[in-house]
């Protein structure tokens, strides 16, 4: 469905010296820096799946998801949505993606929530018959009817994510690129975005692209995740492997009777407080029932817990590794 081939996007930028002097020199000499957003990105995504497409503030995630959606010309490379490049067929291609960039809405602040659809039914020249059926499927999983007679200015943030979510979908699109959709949102609001985006995905076979900072869309959503940063693919693969791969240890929590701490050669002590001390083992080097056995050897053990690695620590992993190869 998406084919990301060498993609490429520099920016050119003006460099200018501390305090008067730089102002000054600037203006007989004006110096340029080629920055690389995005740095000869490769991947492809399949029709239906739910693909979490993350990286840290600055990483060339949203400069990278405006390429694929034909807001911006890459410096190179190119973007194929269903084997058409959106750079050269844009007016073609954008009738099968739907887009939702956060809190930037698409629907007319002034209008009813109903005629901002009514406007856009008229602009994608959609049949009647087939917007009725969208709207219908829109209600049944967001709610939506109730909305449709209230002015945008006066809805909540929940609200009108809703309303935009909708009007994404009004024209069937194969692809909906979905870019910090959660932002800003409550826990209520949050809940039915993606219960939104698994029966979108369930009722339509549509294929989405996530970019979010919550670890709980992509912990619910996502079996395949994508991490970039500093415009370079760092990760592309099943999240379970990506846990599996980059974080293969899991921790023991023992709860003792007294302080004292007893040490194990195949685990690491990452905190100990008061009578609770944290292990950190190996998953390849021995099993949590083996630690338990030798530690409770050692001294008496009150209570244990055993602690698997967080899409969190996942993605702090990734980041650092990225980091470390950088420099």
């Not at 809190?103 to 087939?130: A, C, G, P």
Request: hydrophobic residues 40%.
């Amino acid at each position: 469905m998406i084919q990301v081939k060498s993609l490429y996007k520099e920016y050119c930028v003006a460099e200018k010296g501390k305090g008067l002097g730089g102002t000054v020199k600037a203006l007989f000499k004006n110096e340029k820096k080629i920055i690389k957003a995005v740095n000869g990105l490769d991947f492809h995504v399949g029709p239906g799946e739910i693909v979490g497409f993350i990286g840290p503030n600055g990483s060339g995630k949203s400069t990278t998801i405006k390429m694929m959606t034909g807001i911006l010309t890459p410096t190179s490379g190119e973007v194929l949505i269903d084997g058409r490049d959106i750079a050269k067929h844009r007016k073609e291609v954008v009738r099968d993606i739907g887009v939702v960039f956060g809190q930037r809405t698409q629907l007319n602040w002034d209008l009813r929530l109903e005629e901002s659809f009514e406007l856009l039914r008229h602009i994608y020249r959609i049949d009647k018959k087939e917007y009725n059926e969208t709207l219908a499927v829109m209600d049944s999983i967001l709610g939506i009817q109730e909305l449709l007679n209230k002015p945008v200015r006066q809805m909540s943030l929940g609200q009108r994510v809703k309303g935009d979510l909708t009007a994404a979908m009004l024209h069937s699109p194969k692809v909906l690129f979905l870019d910090e959709p959660t932002i800003g949102l409550d826990v209520g609001s949050k809940f039915a975005l993606r219960k939104f985006i698994k029966e979108i995905n369930a009722i339509r076979g549509t294929t989405v692209i996530l970019t979010t900072h919550d670890l709980g869309d992509i912990q619910e959503l996502c079996e395949r995740l994508i991490i970039i940063n500093n415009g370079v693919m760092m990760e592309d693969g099943n999240l379970s492997e990506i846990v599996e791969r980059i974080a293969p240890y899991r921790t023991l929590v023992v709860e003792y009777y007294d302080s004292a701490v007893p040490e194990h050669p195949k685990a690491e002590i990452i905190s100990a407080s008061d009578n609770i001390v944290r292990y950190k083992f190996m998953k390849s080097e021995m099993t949590a029932a083996a630690l338990i056995s030798d530690l409770s050897a050692e001294k008496p053990i009150k209570d244990v817990g055993i602690e698997e690695a967080g899409i969190d620590d996942i993605i702090k992993i990734a980041y650092t590794m990225k980091t470390m190869v950088g420099n």
